[in-house]
């Protein structure tokens, strides 16, 4: 019968657990068992049988090794079968200390016949280290209710390394150099195995890629006098250099033939490397051509090779849809379709639409969402869906298989609720080569008609131009047309996850009268993002910079003033703020700001000291008798940006992950027609990643510190001789502080920026 059903009905007894090795607190059941434990009673024996005693296999408490000083005692425990009873998570450290339930503890048990092989499995570990004398004996004591395993080591001394001799052919193929950077074993140190075998495939490798296919490394260890000391005789057999001799293709239908050779890139007759076979087979990967794309080299005595090709087709199309959500542009959805092998030659064509905006009337202002103010004085238009198509054509191995090709044409409505609507319409084309393996440049040009449709106060203060004539040639459409250069090195070692390594981008833009471009201007930014692994986690940094630079004679071009005015675009500008910049703050609200507010408010006969039409009119009025609350702070942009970022980012449960993090940035405005001085802000935070398919989904919760209180210009409107409305900036600033009413929870809430989106920050 199963435990807790001997005797009489009821005698059993139920166990309830403080955690490992502690007391345990047992009380009998009720009678009401009784009928249960007969029932089962048939059974338990069955599961008897498959549940081991703890006199058998009891459970293990605790790893210990002793005597280890040379060696990690992390890979140890990773060379060895036995392990230790652990908490199954982070998350359910507070938990397991106080309860064994069984869900939160991955339990161990002891296998005597495992423990008998880890003592083999720490002393080869420890032999290829280079402790060729080392020694291991193994303890089980009792040690709560199961036991402690300990590993005694006794190490010894070292094999040593006095002489290392590469020897190769007269000719010598390899160089010093290339000896050098093959990292053999040093002299003086512990002759370890492992690190002869990595340098033994990077020979390999380098011999590979001279054209030596057939290449053989040996090696050999001669122990001196002793069994401390060792040296070692590396031998290189080139043999000959390979060539391609012939391609054979197999398993294409609709494909053709022409297409997998361009596509694939090599030659009979090319020196065979095997980096350029796999080269190629990556940029048949990379045509989305083929579900499968197999390359071999049957084995041969001869130095010509016969290079197999094995495709699997793709279907000729694909289809994408999808929908998002963030706090910036609402509900999103899109849909892409791509005809692959388009009119031949491996060509792409591409049509993506995306609407978003959706839901913004009714989310516009609330909660998290993006927007300060009051939302009835949010035009209308700013709210409705925004819209982008686009058309692309892509040519790949154009001239060269490392060269590629795009033609494509767009138009878009964007709107920044309560702010603006961009409307535009062009045509861009891009030449692209790879400069090395996932390091692309790409030159640009874009050609674009584009009209801003605003209040009189988003020129002012987006232009810094407030004059009515010059507003109106701004409303006009206009030719934003840059000539951009960007390139991009990528060594992280995952797109969407990654653990190690490093990106590196940089971006730079030109545009004047030689581009047909209205707004003139030259921009440059670069950003580098470095990922190391940390403990449990991966620790995550950006640096990211940039500089805007205006160009002469934009205002006249534009018809808005004089050849030596300047004005820049806003969307040539700088902005921080956001999900993917500083946390603490909103879309695009770290930075220069202007505040806007309606006249109406300042003549308001409930403040004790309003102002009037006509202070308004000569800018004299004071903005300080109205509250905080009444005016709407809008982002500038500046001439220049640095940003910084740190984040740690570690596993929680299952797909489940955490992160904090701390951002920085620096706005600077030098040079802009409304200067209001440089901002800059730090803003720790903490978050938390779902690992989906798609990417991280991520909710980031961001902290301003210090005051939120700043001295800033004010811009309003008042009516014209004639009647019409124009722009004022008043003289005195706007002591604007955005807690001026806040208090107790509220304030709290108002250091806080909650942020939704998918995909990493960097």
């Given at each position: 019968m199963g435990p807790g059903c001997a005797g009489r009905p009821g005698s059993g007894r139920a166990r309830l657990s403080l955690g490992p090795g502690r007391n345990r607190v047992s009380?009998?059941?009720?009678?009401?068992?009784?009928?249960?434990?007969?029932?089962?009673?048939?059974?338990?024996?069955?599961?008897?049988?498959?549940?081991?005693?703890?006199?058998?296999?009891?459970?293990v408490e605790r790893l210990v090794f002793e005597g280890v000083r040379n060696v990690s005692r992390g890979e140890l425990r990773q060379s060895i079968a036995t392990e230790a009873t652990r908490c199954r998570s982070l998350v359910f450290r507070p938990l397991c200390a106080v309860t064994d339930a069984g869900f939160l503890w991955d339990r161990q048990y002891l296998d005597r016949e495992e423990l008998a092989r880890d003592e083999l499995r720490l002393r080869?570990?420890?032999?290829?280290?280079?402790?060729?004398?080392?020694?291991?004996?193994?303890?089980?004591?009792?040690?709560?209710?199961?036991?402690?395993?300990?590993?005694?080591?006794?190490?010894?001394?070292?094999?040593?390394?006095?002489?290392?001799?590469?020897?190769?052919?007269p000719d010598s193929v390899l160089g010093a150099r290339q000896l050098r950077r093959a990292e053999l074993p040093a002299i003086g140190e512990p002759l370890n195995l492992n690190v002869l075998d990595s340098a033994r495939v990077r020979l390999l490798g380098q011999l590979w890629q001279r054209g030596y296919a057939d290449a053989r490394v040996a090696d050999s260890i001669r122990l001196g006098d002793g069994p401390l000391a060792a040296a070692l005789d590396v031998y290189l057999q080139p043999g000959r250099r390979t060539t391609i001799d012939t391609i054979v293709i197999e398993g294409n239908e609709a494909i053709s033939e022409?297409?997998?050779?361009?596509?694939?890139?090599?030659?009979?007759?090319?020196?065979?490397?095997?980096?350029?076979?796999?080269?190629?087979?990556?940029?048949?990967?990379?045509?989305?051509?083929?579900?499968?794309?197999?390359?071999?080299?049957?084995?041969?005595?001869?130095?010509?090779?016969?290079?197999?090709?094995?495709?699997?087709?793709?279907?000729?199309?694909?289809?994408?849809?999808?929908?998002?959500?963030?706090?910036?542009?609402?509900?999103?959805?899109?849909?892409?379709?791509?005809?692959?092998?388009?009119?031949?030659?491996?060509?792409?064509?591409?049509?993506?639409?995306?609407?978003?905006?959706?839901?913004?009337?009714?989310?516009?202002?609330?909660?998290?969402?993006?927007?300060?103010?009051?939302r009835d004085d949010v035009p209308a238009a700013t709210l409705q869906p925004t819209w982008q198509l686009a058309a692309d054509v892509t040519q790949p191995w154009f001239l060269s298989t490392r060269n590629s090709l795009g033609l494509g044409v767009f138009a878009h409505r964007r709107s920044v609720p309560n702010i603006v609507v961009d409307r535009g319409y062009g045509a861009r084309a891009s030449f692209t080569r790879q400069l090395a393996e996932r390091t692309p440049a790409s030159l640009?040009?874009?050609?674009?008609?584009?009209?801003?449709?605003?209040?009189?106060?988003?020129?002012?203060?987006?232009?810094?131009?407030?004059?009515?004539?010059?507003?109106?040639?701004?409303r006009q459409t206009q030719r934003l047309s840059p000539l951009g250069l960007t390139a991009f090195a990528d060594r992280a070692n995952d797109p969407v996850f990654p653990t190690g390594g490093f990106t590196a981008r940089l971006d730079a833009e030109y545009a004047s009268q030689f581009t047909a471009s209205d707004f003139r201007y030259s921009r440059a930014t670069g950003?580098?993002?470095?990922?190391?692994?940390?403990?449990?986690?991966?620790?995550?940094?950006?640096?990211?910079?940039?500089?805007?630079?205006?160009?002469?004679?934009?205002?006249?071009?534009?018809?808005?003033?004089?050849?030596?005015?300047?004005?820049?675009?806003?969307?040539?500008?700088?902005?921080?703020?956001?999900?993917?910049?500083?946390?603490?703050?909103?879309?695009?609200?770290?930075?220069?700001?202007?505040?806007?507010?309606?006249?109406?408010?300042?003549?308001?006969?409930?403040l004790a000291q309003p102002c009037t039409p006509a202070s308004i009119a000569s800018a004299a009025c004071d903005p300080n008798v109205a509250k905080s609350s009444q005016f709407q702070p809008r982002p500038l942009g500046g001439n220049s940006l640095v940003?910084?970022?740190?984040?740690?980012?570690?596993?929680?449960?299952?797909?489940?992950?955490?992160?904090?993090?701390?951002?920085?940035?620096?706005?600077?405005?030098?040079?802009?027609?409304?200067?209001?001085?440089?901002?800059?802000?730090?803003?720790?935070?903490?978050?938390?990643?779902?690992?989906?398919?798609?990417?991280?989904?991520?909710?980031?919760?961001?902290?301003?510190?210090?005051?939120?209180?700043?001295?800033?210009?004010?811009?309003?409107?008042?009516?014209?001789?004639?009647?019409?409305?124009r722009v004022v900036q008043l003289r005195e600033p706007m002591r604007y502080d955005p807690l001026e009413d806040a208090g107790g929870v509220r304030k709290l809430l108002s250091r806080m920026q909650l942020h939704l989106s998918i995909g990493q920050a960097f």
């Open positions: 009380f009998r059941l009720s009678w009401l068992l009784g009928p249960a434990c007969w029932l089962l009673g048939t059974a338990a024996p069955l599961i008897a049988q498959d549940t081991p005693t703890q006199a058998e296999r009891p459970r080869v570990y420890y032999f290829r280290q280079g402790w060729r004398q080392a020694q291991v004996r193994s303890e089980v004591t009792p040690e709560g209710d199961g036991v402690r395993v300990t590993f005694h080591v006794d190490e010894g001394e070292p094999t040593r390394t006095r002489a290392v001799a590469v020897h190769q052919p022409r297409t997998i050779r361009r596509s694939f890139g090599l030659r009979p007759g090319q020196l065979y490397r095997r980096s350029d076979v796999l080269a190629g087979q990556r940029r048949l990967f990379q045509t989305d051509l083929f579900r499968q794309a197999l390359v071999r080299t049957p084995e041969t005595a001869d130095s010509a090779k016969t290079v197999v090709i094995s495709v699997r087709e793709a279907p000729p199309r694909a289809v994408r849809a999808g929908v998002g959500f963030n706090t910036v542009e609402f509900a999103q959805a899109e849909a892409r379709y791509t005809r692959f092998n388009w009119l031949g030659g491996a060509r792409r064509l591409t049509l993506q639409a995306s609407v978003g905006n959706l839901l913004a009337p009714q989310l516009y202002g609330r909660g998290p969402f993006y927007g300060e103010g009051e640009t040009y874009r050609f674009e008609q584009t009209r801003v449709e605003a209040g009189d106060v988003y020129f002012c203060v987006n232009f810094g131009v407030c004059r009515p004539l010059t507003i109106g040639a701004l950003e580098f993002v470095l990922y190391r692994r940390f403990g449990p986690g991966v620790l995550a940094g950006r640096v990211r910079g940039g500089r805007v630079w205006p160009i002469a004679g934009t205002a006249e071009a534009l018809g808005a003033g004089d050849a030596q005015e300047t004005i820049l675009h806003p969307r040539t500008r700088f902005y921080a703020g956001g999900s993917r910049s500083v946390r603490g703050y909103a879309e695009n609200q770290l930075g220069p700001r202007i505040l806007t507010i309606a006249p109406s408010r300042l003549v308001d006969t409930t940003e910084g970022s740190l984040e740690y980012r570690l596993p929680l449960w299952g797909p489940l992950g955490g992160a904090v993090f701390v951002d920085a940035a620096n706005v600077g405005d030098r040079n802009l027609n409304i200067p209001t001085g440089a901002r800059n802000a730090v803003t720790p935070g903490f978050g938390v990643r779902y690992h989906s398919p798609i990417g991280a989904v991520r909710v980031d919760l961001g902290f301003r510190t210090g005051s939120l209180a700043d001295s800033l210009p004010v811009v309003t409107e008042t009516l014209g001789p004639a009647g019409e409305r």
